[in-house]
């Protein structure tokens, strides 16, 4: 749980903490205590790095390889 706090911070992630934040400073300006809940759910899950299920099914997999090339079968014409 810890390594998911530090690891694979990416543009995305940090836009949903962002609106996370800027929901739960909203609704403490307007004193909607209900929307500071979910603020903190919404700003909770981007730091956990966790999305709408926990089982990983809709995460999207980091990419292993950093080669952009793969090697692409090919037959010379002659």
Partial sequence: ???????NWNVV???RLAMG???VVEAVRS???VL???????????VL?????TAGSCSVPARRSK??????PYEEIK
């Fill in 36 to 46: 500071v809940a979910v603020g903190a759910v919404f700003t909770a899950m981007p």
């Fill in 67 to 72: 080669s952009r090339h793969d090697d692409v």
């Fill in 13 to 15: 992630r940090l836009l």
């Fill in 49 to 53: 790095n966790i999305g709408c299920c």
């Fill in 1 to 7: 749980m810890i390594q998911n706090i530090f690891k």
């Fill in 31 to 33: 004193e909607m205590w």
């Fill in 21 to 23: 934040i800027v929901l």
